[in-house]
């Protein structure tokens, strides 16, 4: 059974704060992501990673950056927090670049940045 | 205009009744759709997936893909409080890498 898991549920934090999100897959998957999910604009990709020290934007990568120094793990980082990225973060992985090959996805951090 | 169109609900059936969730979308690119189903507090789990346009059956679900109206349904039959969920349609031109996703319905099946 695939497991994503990322390392809190509930996280808050303040503005200025330098913040990590880690999140680990069991699995051995290739692709990893990053998503922020907010009420009325669905699921948005931040970052994704192919392998390995790989990583490229998604649709809203501006203040974040990430890291994949392993395989099974991919940390999303914001520099320096901002309210405006009080968000649900989720983080997936799947097996290849194929089309029809699942996104498994954490369970989910809610970020709260005052 | 958002790229994919969700009804947000919330919508709220007797158990047993039949669901009918849709999207809309923009982009004729998209061939590749699919529908998440997530629970309170978890993350969205993939329930159908479907390439181009047809049908797709799978227990009391089904997906329906109608490329020429840009349409996508989802059917839910004999609905139960387990299927109580968000259901996120998603999309893709190509790879998982570009999917875009609607901002989800929120259903409550009551017993």
């Given amino acids: 059974d695939v497991k994503v898991t990322q390392s809190s549920r509930y996280l808050v934090k303040r503005t200025g704060e330098k913040v990590f999100l880690e999140c680990v897959q069991d699995m051995d998957h290739e692709n990893m992501f990053w998503y922020r999910q907010d009420p009325g604009l669905g699921l948005r990709l931040i970052y994704f990673s192919y392998d390995v020290k790989m990583k490229e934007k998604g649709d809203i990568p501006e203040g974040y950056s990430v890291s994949r120094e392993k395989k099974e793990r991919f940390s999303l980082i914001l520099e320096s927090a901002s309210t405006n990225q009080t968000s649900m973060y989720l983080c997936a992985s799947s097996a290849d670049r194929g089309l029809g090959d699942t996104q498994y996805f954490g369970p989910g951090t809610r970020l709260t940045v005052l | ?111």
């Fill in chain 2, 1 to 111: 205009q958002k790229e994919v169109e969700q009804d947000p609900g919330p919508l709220s059936v007797p158990e047993g009744a039949i669901v009918s969730l849709n999207c809309t979308y923009s982009n004729s690119a998209f061939q590749y759709f699919m529908w998440y189903r997530q629970y309170s507090r978890k993350g969205p789990e993939l329930l159908m997936y479907t390439y181009s346009s047809g049908n797709k059956e799978d227990g009391r679900f089904t997906a329906q893909v109608d490329k020429s109206s840009k349409y996508i349904s989802l059917f839910i039959r004999d609905s139960q409080p387990s299927d109580s969920a968000t259901y996120l349609c998603a999309m893709s031109r190509r790879n998982n890498n570009d999917m875009r996703f609607g901002a989800g319905t929120r259903l409550t099946v009551k017993p």
